[in-house]
Nanobody
C-alpha cells in the first residue's frame, strides 16, 4: 500500500484530531499531496491539498479555518490537523498523492475513519 493513514477515531463536537499519512517508496516532497473524505452516502470530496514546495495550500470551504494540512520531509509524513470538529466532518479520510489543487492523483491510501458525535 503506497499510502498509510492513521489517527482517525471518535471525537465529540468541538474536539480535535490529527491525521497522519505515511508514504511508502516516495517522499512527501516529490508530489502534490492531499486529503479527501467520503461521508456515508456521499461522493468523495477534497478536504485540503499542499504543493511540492509546501508553501501553497488549498482547502475546501467546509473546513477552511478549522483544518490545517502540513508535511514533514524529515519524517516523510503528511498531516491533517482538524480542530473544532463538527458532526458533518464524519467520514473516511483518504490520503492522496500526485494530484492538483482541484483533482486527486491516482495514488490513494485505504483511509481512516473519523466520527464526530455527541
Amino acid at each position: 500500500v503506497p499510502l498509510v493513514e492513521s489517527g482517525g477515531g471518535f471525537v465529540q463536537p468541538g474536539g480535535s484530531l490529527r491525521l497522519t499519512c505515511a508514504p511508502s517508496g516516495f517522499s512527501v516532497s516529490w508530489l502534490y499531496m492531499g486529503w479527501y473524505r467520503e461521508a456515508p452516502g456521499k461522493a468523495r470530496e477534497l478536504v485540503a491539498t499542499i504543493t511540492t514546495s509546501g508553501d501553497i495550500t488549498n482547502y475546501s470551504d467546509h473546513v477552511k479555518g478549522r483544518f490545517t494540512i502540513s508535511r514533514d520531509g524529515f519524517r516523510n509524513e503528511l498531516y491533517l490537523q482538524m480542530n473544532n470538529l463538527k458532526p458533518e466532518d464524519t467520514g473516511v479520510y483518504f490520503c492522496n498523492a500526485g494530484g492538483t489543487a482541484s483533482d486527486p492523483g491516482q495514488t490513494w491510501g485505504r483511509g481512516t475513519q473519523v466520527t464526530v458525535s455527541s
